[in-house]
């Protein structure tokens, strides 16, 4: 069992950074971590995720501004996001598993919410 706790969500004004983290516990050998979201009336989505070797994949709305990052050592994932766009508002939601197409663990999530 893994559990995955999220920090860093928040109010932001367009063109803003926030930086999300979460920590991992619980874990044996996590390949990948990542992040996706939610945004009322719409499907969940993959933002972001990094695989153990270091591979990662990022949604097309948010390549060039949102970069994710691990500390191995710690079990954390982050992930920076600079020129936050109000259509970057939705829950975040911190997640692990096997590949960019097969994830088992789920944070709680974490609000976003950029303001124009």
């Known amino acids: 069992q893994v559990q995955l706790v999220e920090s860093g969500g928040g109010l932001v004004q367009a063109g803003g950074s926030l930086r999300l983290s979460c920590a991992a516990s619980?874990?044996?050998?996590?390949?990948?971590m990542g992040w996706h979201r939610q945004a009322p009336g719409k499907q969940r989505e993959l933002v972001a995720g990094?695989?153990?070797?270091?591979?990662?994949n990022y949604a097309d709305s948010v390549k060039g501004r949102f970069t994710i990052s691990r500390d191995y050592a710690k079990n954390t994932v982050y992930l920076q996001m600079n020129s936050l766009k109000p259509e970057d508002t939705a829950v975040y939601y911190c997640?692990?598993?096997?590949?960019?197409?097969?994830?088992?663990?789920w944070g709680q999530g974490t609000q976003v919410t950029v303001s124009s």
């Open positions: 997640t692990s598993g096997f590949n960019f197409n097969m994830w088992r663990y």
């Open positions: 619980g874990s044996i050998s996590i390949n990948a």
């Open positions: 990094m695989l153990r070797g270091g591979t990662t």
